[in-house]
């Protein structure tokens, strides 16, 4: 175990996405460096391309991860909503969010991390888990070397949306196929494209089915732009070229840096999140808004939910723990898993709003001041454009 500090440890967390770093930090700070505590990734979480805006709330975050200068790349105060004939409708808020560096972001919660006594590792391959009579077998490649095994009581799958390290295995049955509802996504690093530093830019429309494009401002040159699809959307061309189309028609003097793609979890799962010692936290465990897709404050909220249960987990003798793993997703649940579920239910209903019918309520939106160019007129311009929305939305107001 030359590459480990031990060969059996508390908790592996498998994954440093934002989920696994918080849910390894959290942890490390309940148990005051009384547990052994190791996170596992195959690369380093600072290391880019990320595949994933980095726009998120002020105020949510701030609640999980104080906010600090060095990890933000810039304030926003507003969203553009705009429609297939680019009929610009704005949400205007002054400091209603921040665009992450994620990669610095990442970086100060695994700092946390390491302050609070968790063995990071990140290169480490995981191959597979394995459930042994007291807890779990994690066997990886470290650095492409030769395999290796440790053990533990308890493991936290953080591996994301496109991992199965969960598949196949028995006592699992019900929880490993949590995370089957994945979408494409694809987004160009790119400059040259006019944009505002403080908004995000949304493309609404049958340009892109059952999802949405996007421009999110980086640090006043670059932007991130790109679009996620539905997932049972068939397409007609490679992402790749419907992307780069998409930029020439619209920003013909577009530099294009780098073109990355990726699959995103696309709903809320109603699977259990924890069973014989295993939690699910993050994209692992599908906890994605539905329609938006965001997921980084979403992951940061589920690992810590996730972490308190392995500690309250890890503390019990043994009779309860049952109880504990059904909490996780009770606690879950109450705090966004119903309100994604509602959503969910309401996503039909949004995706088959037509392209005039966006036209006509974008513009109309358009034409009124910024101060009320609020969401709340946003939507129900929407639903006036296309009053059978309101009917096949009836689920998400119940």
């Not at 998120?56 to 104080?66: E, G």
């Not at 490993?176 to 509802?181: I, L, V, Y």
């Not at 993050?282 to 909220?301: H, K, Q, T």
């Amino acid at each position: 175990m030359a590459n480990f500090a031990s060969n059996r440890y508390d908790v592996v967390v498998c994954g440093a996405g934002p989920a696994g770093l918080m849910a390894a930090c959290t942890l490390g700070r309940l148990t005051g460096g009384a547990r052994r505590i190791l996170l596992l990734d195959k690369k380093e979480p600072w290391k880019e391309p990320i595949f994933c805006a980095e726009a998120v709330s002020t105020d949510r975050l701030n609640a999980l991860w104080p906010v600090d200068p060095s990890f933000v790349r810039g304030s926003l105060s507003g969203i553009y909503f705009t429609s297939p004939k680019r009929y610009r409708a704005e949400f205007y808020s002054k400091d209603c969010g921040l665009i992450l560096d994620r990669a610095r972001f990442h970086h100060s919660i695994s700092d946390g991390c390491c302050a609070a006594g968790v063995e990071c590792r990140y290169d480490a391959l995981i191959k597979k888990l394995e459930r042994t009579a007291d807890g779990w077998n994690v066997t990886v490649s470290v650095a492409g070397g030769a395999l290796e095994t440790v053990s533990a009581a308890a493991v936290v799958d953080a591996s994301g949306p496109s991992c199965r390290l969960t598949r196949g295995i028995e006592c699992l049955e019900g929880i490993e196929s949590g995370d089957t509802d994945l979408e494409p996504a694809i987004f160009a690093v790119a400059e040259g494209i006019e944009h505002s530093r403080e908004h995000i830019e949304l493309f609404f429309g049958s340009e892109f089915p059952d999802g949405y494009g996007w421009i999110f401002p980086r640090d006043g040159v670059e932007v991130n732009i790109g679009f996620v699809l539905g997932k049972n959307v068939r397409h007609k061309e490679p992402l790749r070229k419907k992307l780069l189309d998409f930029i020439a028609k619209d920003y013909p003097n577009a530099k294009v840096k780098a073109v990355y793609g990726g699959t995103i979890s696309c709903g809320q799962s109603t699977k259990p999140m924890a069973r014989c010692g295993l939690f699910k936290a993050g994209d692992a465990a599908s906890c994605m808004n539905p329609i938006s897709r965001s997921g980084i404050v979403e992951a940061l909220l589920c690992g810590k939910i996730v972490a308190e249960s392995v500690k309250n987990w890890l503390d019990d003798a043994g009779e309860n723990r049952e109880k504990i793993e059904a909490e996780v997703q009770e606690r879950w649940m109450a705090a966004l898993g119903r309100q994604h579920l509602q959503i969910a239910r309401a996503k039909p209903g949004f995706n088959s709003i037509s392209d005039a019918q966006f036209d006509r309520a974008a513009k109309k939106l358009s034409k009124l001041p910024r101060e009320k160019q609020t969401l709340l007129r946003i939507f129900f311009a929407v639903l006036w454009a296309c009053p059978t929305v309101i009917w096949k939305m009836r689920s998400f107001i119940r």
